[in-house]
């Protein structure tokens, strides 16, 4: 069966490879389940407002081309049917729907739901190389294609949509700022604080000090081997390394360098605070194995320490 | 696939000259503490170097608390780890390690690359021969879980020369002829490196969990999953006793 209009088959699924690349690149994730983890090979590029919505009016548009291009039904019955398709997928992302699928309804995606739908009717209008072209079977078996062929393109609309609820892959989370004004407060020493977590170990001279990964420093006193005495934690968010030279103690903070004096062990002081050295890592306190999708994220509002739920 | 940068990929040898010359009790001082061999932070001569992103970040350390970014190099967008050894750095990615010329300090230079040991893990040295672990997670590509011997006289030129089959072995620490690994849920593992090539295990501590070790003249300091846990160990012997443990809690 040969395709009816092949200028709009092809736009068709031009707009529905722009669909596929604002996955990979702004979602960070492949809805043809090919790349596990796109985000890890190319940064994502952040985008705001009205443009989340773009994937619906991709959606709409590259489908209603495309069966277009292949059927070359009554372009507004065309229409109707991808805009509905996308409305019902819409409802069931709101909470009152029977059964909801994961993701967040949005007035704006409706919007864009329509403004596709419309957009398509009005190129077919304007444009007359993209007019309808009756179709005329040239056998039987043309006739059972053309069912198939629309069976297939439905079905291939609708579990996109599906494929493409990234909140299943990736449920959506909403970050936790510590703002750098918090991040670089004076340095503070806790006592008696337990140890939660082991992190890396660093010796120097009689004292042995453990990160507490992302938490801080916990210092002991480690001449009796047998009976290592805690001295102290450093409060210190996003620490993970540690190196001592000559009684200083050069430590990361998320994106800083803190140098932390101790010639007197038991109150480290503050030497000097490098800002902004180490770059941002917005999923440094996540477990790696956890796949995690930052939503929204903002670096402006500081650095993330955690998820809202 | 390459993975989150948090992820442990390591190729590190514990800085056993960074003690100087008194490597000996706790009584001497040392101008530089020891790590274990996951840091990414090495202190060369009067310079920190740091891991930041696809770069080496240099600080002039001279003067401790009027520390200043020195220099930054660039490497590779996967490096995990760095150490240094004998005038050079060797600075673990996730597809290999690159080589660079220390004979400077602050000023290192490229030399060469080698992509054998591609995976997650810290290395450390001994005498001639370097120590590899490999871990397959979901980060690391190579999906095997081994300890690679490598011999490294020519550093410019390194050879393996050995692979022990592990479970998941983590971090690891070295001195003399005691090899210690984590290795996951199967414990920690005593290796005695008689023969360099050979490591031979001769004890196995099953209860820990660990994730990265110390060890020096006789101490051996783990960072496990239950604590913080410390035992003493010989090189005539092969177990080690338990001298005391701080909880998690």
């Given at each position: 069966m040969e395709i009816r209009n092949k200028r709009s088959f092809y736009l068709g699924c031009f707009v529905l490879l722009i669909g596929y690349t604002f996955y990979l690149f702004v979602r960070g994730f492949d809805p043809l389940g090919i790349?596990?983890?796109p985000f890890e090979i190319v940064p994502l590029i952040e985008i705001k407002g009205l443009s989340k919505s773009l994937p619906t009016f991709l959606h709409v548009l590259s489908f209603c081309l495309i069966s277009h291009g292949l059927f070359s039904y009554n372009p507004f019955l065309t229409s109707s049917f991808w805009v509905s398709i996308n409305l019902i997928f819409e409802y069931l992302q709101h909470p009152s729907s029977l059964f909801t699928l994961m993701g967040t309804f949005t007035f704006e995606d409706v919007l864009a739901a329509f403004l596709a739908g419309f957009i398509f009717l009005v190129i077919l209008k304007f444009c007359p190389k993209f007019k309808q072209v009756k179709f005329k079977p040239l056998s039987r078996w043309d006739d059972y294609l053309k069912v198939i062929a629309q069976i297939v393109i439905s079905v291939a609309g609708i579990s996109s949509i599906m494929a493409s609820s990234d909140t299943e892959h990736f449920p959506r989370e909403n970050a936790i700022y510590l703002s750098y004004e918090e991040l670089r407060r004076p340095l503070t020493i806790q006592f008696d604080r337990p140890l939660k977590n082991t992190g890396k170990i660093y010796t120097f001279n009689n004292y042995l000090f453990i990160s507490e990964p992302n938490q801080g420093i916990h210092i002991y006193d480690n001449s009796d081997t047998t009976n290592p005495i805690s001295k102290g934690f450093?409060?210190?968010?996003g620490n993970l390394d540690i190196a001592i030279k000559n009684g200083f103690l050069f430590a990361d903070s998320f994106i800083d360098l803190v140098i932390i004096d101790l010639s007197n062990p038991v109150q480290p002081i503050l030497a000097k605070r490098i800002e902004n050295v180490f770059p941002y890592d917005?999923?440094?306190?996540?477990?790696?194995?956890e796949s995690i999708y930052l939503y929204n994220l903002d670096e402006s509002k500081g650095v993330v320490i955690g998820l809202s739920k | 696939m390459y993975k989150n940068n948090k992820l442990i990929v390591l190729l590190f040898i514990l800085i056993l000259q960074g003690c100087d010359d008194s490597s000996s009790s706790t009584s001497t001082e040392s101008t530089v503490g020891q790590a274990g061999s996951l840091s990414r932070f090495s202190i060369v001569d009067n310079y920190l170097y740091a891991i930041s992103g696809k770069n080496i970040q240099l600080f002039d350390i001279t003067t401790p608390n009027e520390t200043v970014p020195f220099a930054l190099v660039p490497v590779a967008f996967d490096i995990e780890t760095l150490f240094s050894y004998n005038n050079a750095l060797f600075i673990g990615a996730q597809n290999g390690v690159y080589i660079y010329d220390n004979s400077v300090p602050g000023n290192p230079k490229y030399i060469s690359e080698f992509?054998?040991?591609?995976?997650?893990d810290p290395v450390v040295i001994s005498g001639s021969h370097a120590y590899i672990t490999l871990r397959s997670a979901?980060?690391?590509?190579?999906?095997v879980n081994q300890l690679d011997v490598l011999d490294v006289s020519d550093i410019y030129n390194p050879i393996l020369k050995n692979t022990v089959v592990m479970q998941g072995p983590k971090g690891l620490g070295v001195d003399s002829t005691r090899l210690f690994v984590c290795d996951g849920i199967a414990g920690l593992k005593i290796f005695d490196l008689t023969d360099p090539i050979l490591p031979n295990l001769i004890h196995t501590e099953s209860d820990l969990d660990c994730y990265d070790v110390i060890a020096n003249n006789g101490l051996l300091i783990v960072s496990d999953q239950s604590g913080l846990v410390q035992y003493q160990y010989d090189f005539l012997t092969s177990g080690i006793s338990l001298l005391s443990s701080i909880f998690v809690e």
């Open positions: 790349i596990e983890n450093i409060v210190l968010p917005a999923y440094q306190v996540f477990d790696p194995e | 992509s054998h040991a591609e995976s997650c979901n980060n690391c590509r190579l999906g």
